[in-house]
């Protein structure tokens, strides 16, 4: 769950003027590390 939590962790300690636009910022980052993460996943199976 820790994909979850960190968005909330970064909005807690920054402080944005409009925190849903933060907010968005932080989910698109979040699925651009977990698509990419999962292909690696597919690419490169251990």
């Known amino acids: 769950m820790a994909e979850v939590e960190i968005p909330y962790l970064f909005h807690s300690f920054v402080s944005f003027p409009h925190p849903s636009i933060h907010i968005y910022l932080i989910f698109?980052?979040?699925?651009?590390?977990?698509?990419?993460?999962?292909w690696h996943m597919v690419s490169n199976p251990i």
Not at 28 to 38: A, E, F, Q, R, W
């Open 28 to 38: 698109l980052l979040n699925i651009k590390y977990y698509l990419i993460t999962m």
